[in-house]
């Protein structure tokens, strides 16, 4: 029921002066209320880190010794002022794919790399360019280059991609990114553990399936959570590789 | 009111409407998106395009928000129907930025793969079986189909087409994709937020349209059982010195329906009190120009008959009328939509028909 004190509006007749104040003040708080609400959402993002695709320091080339584990690595043996020789470089191709295609044929032997870096503090990966500009064989002998088995471990920290997490994508981690780290990971793009404690000195370590293999399907349930897991570790070069014991992962609250 | 269908019957206060609502859009993207990064204190900036998903995607929720609050806010205080009045334009905007957002994100986190971006959008992550780590996804897939379906049987025609009652319940899928789109954000970004303004904002405008919503059925509820009748062959609806010329007594019939009692010119008459329209109440609306206009939308009738003024073609129940003594009585079974009705002549208070 209607009343004669109150204002009625009707949509194609102009609009009744009782009600034209109210009217205007709810414009202006609309119209500034969403400007606020563009100001206080657009300054309450989280800060996506140092991770970054390193164009400024230009393509980089390094030589070393091609290794799978089966995620294709770079030994360096002949480094840059950015690169050193002894680092171990993770290889991924560009988006989400890999370059195990490139680097069986020259596993064990001595390549030449050539790319963009992306960094992340001690995390590192290299995209490299397209085709045999990218990974090609080296003249030379490939060295003897040790794997330091360091036991097992009992670990508590997150599954990603490590390219997303080095800088690829800005934030690359956490659940609102699991599907993009899945869609990484199924493109076998190095998977990379972010452990909460540091590892021999290392925060972050590369992840292989428990025979050797890729990362295992069944894991994918865990990528972006806080897990714990079990598994072996080694050296090769400064980067740590932990072969994960699926049936130890677990979700911790 | 239409005699004929055309894409959008622009009157001066659907430009004022929309004007508003676009320059309050605009502002809000453009302080996200252009203002707010010099504000970050970032070593380096988020990507250009999830920092576009997340404004498009925050403006959405926001324009959701306010829409939902609009209807119950009506509800509780009729000097807020305005804002009812053009809503509609609101909902297809809300459709517009709610579709940017899904883009950005499908052309960033769902592309550079072999895979195609739409086929990867349902299989990289398959983890329903779990609260953290759903796919989330899946919600805002959802709410963006429901909201475009919405968008899209919005215009009159879809609603003459499909019939009021349908085209009404359809929309009340409105509901079911908000409360996707809460949880969207819920399982989404709040999972890895450290800085919980917009958890704050999230939780304070979701829980401002479930409580406006509330105390509107509150409220209605109060009203039907003060409006409410016995079964009877004739429903008492009120002593005629309770009425007001120009305007209506509502009774809530035991069928369910209620009906219009209006006061125009000395004369009584009775129509149903819902709309052809879109269900607005009839009996909450005046008489201008001789016809019930309705609150919602405008739409007119005459309340003799329940036609809408040629060349219209709407056309609600019609009710009969006693008299007794000076109190007012309905016949609780309605008439054809249109059916003339010859309305009565008030009896003066204290006195006899």
Wanted: with cysteine.
């Amino acid at each position: 029921m209607s009343d004669k004190d109150t204002p009625f509006f009707v949509g194609y007749l102009p609009v009744p002066k009782g009600l034209r104040g109210l009217l205007l003040a709810v414009c202006v708080l609309f119209i500034s209320g969403l400007a606020g609400f563009g100001l206080a959402l657009g300054v309450a993002q989280d800060d996506p880190g140092e991770g970054a695709f390193r164009f400024d320091y230009g393509r980089q080339t390094v030589t070393g010794v091609v290794e799978l584990t089966p995620y294709p690595l770079l030994r360096v043996t002949e480094g840059n002022e950015r690169i050193p020789a002894g680092h171990t470089l993770m290889l991924a191709g560009g988006g989400k794919t890999n370059v195990e295609r490139r680097a069986i044929p020259l596993e064990g032997q001595l390549a030449r790399a050539s790319g963009v870096l992306l960094q992340r503090g001690d995390l590192d990966m290299m995209q490299l360019r397209g085709g045999r500009n990218g990974l090609g064989p080296a003249e030379g002998v490939a060295p003897e280059l040790p794997t330091e088995p360091l036991g097992r471990w009992k670990l508590a920290g997150e599954i990603c991609d490590g390219k997303c997490l080095a800088g690829a994508m800005r934030p690359g981690r956490g659940l609102a990114h699991k599907a993009c780290a899945n869609l990484c990971l199924i493109g076998k793009v190095p998977p990379v553990f972010v452990s909460s404690q540091p590892v021999d000195g290392h925060e972050f370590l590369l992840i292989t399936g428990p025979d050797g293999g890729h990362f295992p399907e069944s894991a994918y349930h865990y990528v972006a959570q806080f897990v714990s897991l079990e598994g072996e570790v080694e050296r090769r070069g400064d980067l740590l590789v932990l072969r994960i014991d699926p049936e130890t992962l677990e979700v911790l609250d | 009111m239409s005699v004929k269908y055309i894409p959008v019957q622009w009157n001066s206060n659907k430009y004022i409407y929309d004007a508003v609502m676009l320059l309050g859009v605009a502002l809000f993207l453009y302080i996200f998106l252009y203002a707010a990064p010099g504000l970050l204190s970032h070593e380096r900036p988020i990507n250009p395009q999830v920092h576009n998903a997340r404004a498009f995607g925050a403006c959405a929720f926001v324009m959701l928000t306010v829409i939902l609050c609009i209807g119950p806010l009506a509800r509780l205080d009729k000097r807020y129907l305005p804002l009812l009045y053009n809503r509609r334009h609101f909902g297809v905007m809300t459709v517009f930025v709610a579709l940017t957002h899904a883009g950005y994100i499908l052309d960033w986190y769902f592309a550079f793969s072999m895979s195609d971006k739409n086929e990867a959008l349902l299989f990289a992550n398959t983890s329903y079986g779990q609260l953290a780590g759903f796919p989330f996804e899946a919600f805002g897939i959802f709410s963006l189909f429901t909201l475009i379906l919405l968008a899209a049987t919005s215009h009159d025609f879809w609603m003459k087409f499909l019939s009021p009652p349908v085209w009404k319940r359809i929309h009340y899928l409105i509901y079911p994709a908000y409360l996707s789109v809460v949880a969207h954000v819920s399982f989404g970004i709040l999972q890895d937020q450290q800085n919980h303004v917009f958890t704050v904002i999230f939780i304070g405008g979701a829980a401002a349209v479930g409580g406006l919503h509330l105390l509107a059925a509150l409220h209605e509820r109060r009203a039907d059982q003060a409006l409410s009748a016995e079964a009877a062959d004739w429903v008492p609806v009120c002593d005629v010195s309770e009425m007001t010329e120009g305007f209506a007594k509502i009774r809530l019939l035991a069928n369910g329906d209620r009906v219009a009692v209006y006061l125009n010119d000395g004369k009584l008459s009775a129509i149903s009190n819902a709309c052809a329209h879109q269900n607005g109440p009839l009996g909450e609306g005046r008489i201008i120009d001789c016809l019930v206009t309705c609150p919602w939308h405008g739409f007119q009738y005459d309340v003799t008959s329940g036609r809408s003024p040629a060349p219209f073609t709407e056309k609600v129940p019609t009710y009969n009328l006693k008299i007794e003594g000076t109190d007012v009585l309905v016949d609780p079974k309605a008439n054809p939509p249109g059916t003339y009705v010859e309305p009565l002549i008030a009896p003066k208070a204290g006195g006899t028909a």
